[in-house]
């Protein structure tokens, strides 16, 4: 199998991922990076077009003209809000690229990008390969939404920090909206049964109580938890959001209404509306059996730069739920570790970076040749 590491240009690579990080582009502010990546693949002769999102967004697209794509590489540019503006930016040092979205996922887009344009480069047609930078993957979706709205691909790359160890399964996500109210009052006249963070604290204990004992393989997260400020009073409300990451092959319906039951009865009967429970989101794990052509291929591919093939289970949420409730197979594979994203600290290796331009090099080419 060709080994052409020598088509990705390491020095324009950087320059690029650098200044991806520079711009801040956190969910529903992505104006500005679209805007320069559109340019860029623009000035480099890709076919590249907009897809519509909303009043102010869009994904980026380029698509093969004269074939249906085989695959579709596909990246999310926006990032969580920064953790600190004065230093977003990006730095270098000891082989490390530091900045917002470093890992998660500008490096990944940034690798996906270098792959098309060394590609073009060397060749006069399109692979019949997709590219897809979409907007949203940190709060709704719904870029990657648009996209399968559209477009159909066979199988998808997703650039997720996975550092660089394939992903064929994929956790569950549960996102829960949960509210109690009670009585507003004055704070010394405060009576536990109707203060609504009291039972609130209640209510969320008995449910984790539930997934430390009963589910111990599921990762929840209280994401945000807050009550109406109103000085020295009882508040009459508090709110509480919740993530859970479960194993691909949990019963994630039926975590669900165990969870709902546990709150109902916590201390409150749902039904006199003194509670709520809402599902915000509720994406289903997945696993792809590790067979046939393509994954023989991609484990060429990584064993031709001396990199494990065993796949393992990517466990986070991403756009590859909803791309693969949607009748596409996604495969997530990109340079970073999740534990370095979303961190004030956040970085990539920049070898690891070259690495997954070579990667995702190496799979175009394996599509133009029909062993994708």
């Not at 794509?69 to 920064?82: K, Q």
């Not at 997703?158 to 509210?179: A, F, N």
């Not at 916590?266 to 709520?276: A, F, L, M, P, V």
Request: some cysteine; proline content about 6%.
């Amino acid at each position: 199998m060709p080994h052409p590491a020598e088509a990705v240009q390491p020095r324009r690579l950087r320059s690029l991922l650098r200044r991806m990080i520079d711009i801040y582009s956190p969910s529903g502010k992505e104006g500005d990076i679209l805007a320069f990546i559109y340019g860029y693949l623009k000035r480099r002769g890709l076919p590249v077009q907009r897809q519509e999102v909303d009043e102010h967004r869009f994904n980026l697209l380029v698509l093969p003209a004269a074939v249906a794509p085989r695959l579709v590489m596909l990246g999310h540019v926006d990032t969580v809000p920064a953790y600190d503006l004065d230093h977003f930016a990006s730095a270098e040092a000891d082989g490390r690229i530091r900045g917002l979205g470093a890992a998660d996922m500008k490096g990944g887009c940034a690798a996906m990008i270098e792959a098309f344009v060394a590609f073009l480069a060397k060749s006069a047609e399109m692979p019949p390969a997709a590219l897809a930078l979409v907007v949203g993957e940190e709060e709704e979706g719904d870029g990657a939404a648009r996209l399968i709205r559209d477009h159909h691909f066979p199988w998808a790359i997703i650039g997720e920090p996975t550092d660089l160890t394939p992903c064929l399964s994929h956790s569950g996500y549960l996102e829960l909206q949960v509210r109690t109210r009670g009585k507003r009052r004055h704070a010394s006249l405060s009576s536990r049964h109707e203060n609504a963070v009291a039972a609130m604290l209640k209510a969320i204990l008995a449910m984790t109580r539930y997934l430390e004992e009963k589910q111990p393989e599921i990762v929840y997260n209280i994401r945000d938890l807050f009550s109406a400020r109103a000085g020295f009073v009882v508040p009459e409300r508090c709110e509480a959001w919740l993530d859970l990451h479960l194993p691909p092959s949990a019963a994630i319906a039926e975590v669900a209404t165990d969870l709902e039951a546990l709150f109902c009865d916590s201390g409150g009967n749902c039904k006199s509306g003194e509670r709520d429970f809402r599902i915000s989101t509720i994406d289903a794990g997945y696993t792809l059996p590790n067979k046939g052509a393509v994954a023989e291929t991609l484990g060429a591919i990584l064993a031709a730069r001396g990199l494990p093939s065993e796949p393992r289970v990517f466990r986070s949420h991403s756009d590859a739920n909803q791309i693969w409730a949607a009748g596409i197979k996604p495969i997530l594979l990109g340079p970073g570790r999740l534990e370095q994203a979303h961190a004030p600290e956040e970085s990539v290796s920049f070898q690891k970076v070259c690495r997954a331009a070579g990667i995702y090099h190496d799979i175009l080419l394996a599509a133009a040749s029909g062993r994708w």
